[in-house]
């Protein structure tokens, strides 16, 4: 059986999971939130900052910008943009009231200022054409992309960037299979050492059933080009396990072009 077409494969995951984000994850994310960039360092075997410098490279900053991190979570992405570059002027938002704290304290103690909003992606409460570049990483397994893109686009400047890094579903299915595997045994390690509660626990099989559900790097391409981006590249990692996208609003009188990789 072929895979869905985007559009199709986005109403197949609110059917599947709306009920989940809708109602459980906050209190997931409120069990995690102390723990989570230690988890994510040992469950990725230590990857996790290569991860983020990945991500990182694939920008180019300049002095000034505006820049909004969607689903910020802990502010990892916003300290090591300002870290980079100390005059961008960086807004972060995400649904996590626990999660933006653990940040808020993060940014503080490093002496760097990100402004914080408790919000919902799919609803952006920014201006149209507000910012120079959108990021969005480790969140979007968790929400109807189609919704976010399309807030993504309002708000980003003609000409604006988008940048986009996540866990993946590789194309490839013994690479699938193989990081599934791992994944299942990951999520129950990570689970004894920093004693999840039962929110977390209850969520184990949601976790991977999302990722199952999720896209590759090229269909996640795909999505970004029907959300009506432009200049779309991505760069897959790990075989296809973790991707980077990149991709651009158009200009004004622009046509969508198309960049072969990052």
Not at 125 to 137: A, E, K, S
Not at 179 to 188: E, K
């Amino acid at each position: 059986m072929r895979n869905p077409a985007p559009l199709s494969r986005e109403t197949l995951r609110e059917q599947r999971f709306g009920e989940i984000w809708k109602f459980r994850l906050n209190d997931v994310f409120a069990d995690i939130a102390p723990y989570y960039d230690r988890a994510n360092v040992v469950a990725s075997l230590g990857l996790w900052r290569w991860f983020r410098g990945q991500f990182m490279s694939s920008m180019a900053l300049r002095p000034g910008q505006r820049v909004l991190d969607v689903c910020a979570g802990t502010n990892a992405a916003g300290i090591a943009l300002l870290e980079r570059e100390p005059r961008l002027r960086v807004y972060a938002i995400d649904r996590s009231e626990a999660m933006q704290a653990v940040g808020r304290a993060r940014a503080a103690s490093r002496g760097l200022a990100i402004g914080s909003t408790i919000g919902d992606a799919h609803d952006l409460p920014f201006p149209d054409n507000h910012f120079d570049i959108v990021t969005l990483q480790w969140a979007s397994r968790h929400l109807r992309m189609g919704r976010v893109l399309a807030e993504v686009r309002r708000v980003l400047k003609p000409g604006g960037q988008f940048h986009h890094c996540d866990m993946l579903r590789p194309a490839n299915p013994l690479v699938a299979k193989l990081y599934f595997r791992y994944l299942s045994v990951s999520l129950d390690v990570t689970s004894l050492l920093f004693r999840s509660g039962k929110p977390a626990r209850g969520c184990r099989r949601y976790f991977l059933d999302a990722l199952d559900m999720f896209y590759t790097a090229e269909e996640l391409s795909d999505l970004l080009r029907e959300a009506g981006l432009a200049d779309v590249a991505h760069k897959k990692l790990l075989a296809g396990m973790i991707g980077v996208h990149r991709a651009s609003k158009p200009g004004a009188g622009e046509i969508g072009g198309e960049q072969p990789g990052l």
